[in-house]
């Protein structure tokens, strides 16, 4: 039994890391067809690992979306309330844009309502410190941490074919925070 969980683990690691490289390569709608050949294994034992998209995707992007729950973690209690949203919403676009595919990732599934999702991970990481930024004066009540990730989704999903997607990311950004966290000194030149 112990060699067969070993082999399982292996496999699993082995598909997982040819998912990643063909994600960034084609994006979110790579087939796993396509995965199961790049892996030299059958489809079969690609959706025994991953029974669905959603599940293969919320796999390759696991380690980001932990790192940008940790981002937001170290920033909440940082001294300015606004910089630190907008770090750690900056963290968020820079993740994003530089992993073909992970914004589809970052979107609410409704076929997976009450199963965790990588959305709910990063929208209560971005809780505190949207929070904060709304106490401090720095954001409109009304604006909650979905919203902020289905901006951040959407600016993603625009660039996402962008000759330099993680700049053109960033720019749309800039302009989206001077909308909704306009700030006297913001300038038309560099980040919010």
């Known amino acids: 039994m112990r060699a067969q969980r070993s082999d ?8 997982l890391a040819v998912a990643e490289r063909e994600v960034a390569a084609h994006g979110a709608e790579v087939s796993f067809q396509q995965i199961a050949r790049a892996a030299g294994a059958g489809s079969a034992t690609v959706r025994r690992h991953f029974p669905s998209r959603r599940a293969l995707l919320d796999a390759v992007f696991r380690e980001r979306v932990e790192a940008l729950t940790g981002r937001a973690a170290e920033l909440a209690g940082a001294e300015d309330a606004r910089a630190a949203l907008l770090d750690w919403l900056a963290a968020l676009v820079e993740y994003a844009a530089s992993a073909r595919g992970m914004a589809v990732t970052l979107m609410r599934d409704e076929a997976g309502v009450g199963q965790e999702q990588p959305c709910d991970h990063v929208t209560d990481a971005g809780e505190p410190l949207l929070k904060r930024a709304i106490d401090a004066g720095a954001l409109s009540a009304g604006v ?3 919203d902020l990730l289905t901006l951040v989704t959407g600016i993603v999903l625009a660039t996402e074919r962008n000759p330099d997607p993680a700049a053109e990311a960033e720019r749309l950004l800039t302009l989206a925070v001077r909308g909704i966290s306009p700030q006297p000194h913001d300038t038309q030149e560099g980040r919010p």
């Open 8 to 15: 399982a683990q292996r496999n699993y690691a082995r598909i």
């Open 144 to 146: 909650t941490s979905a």
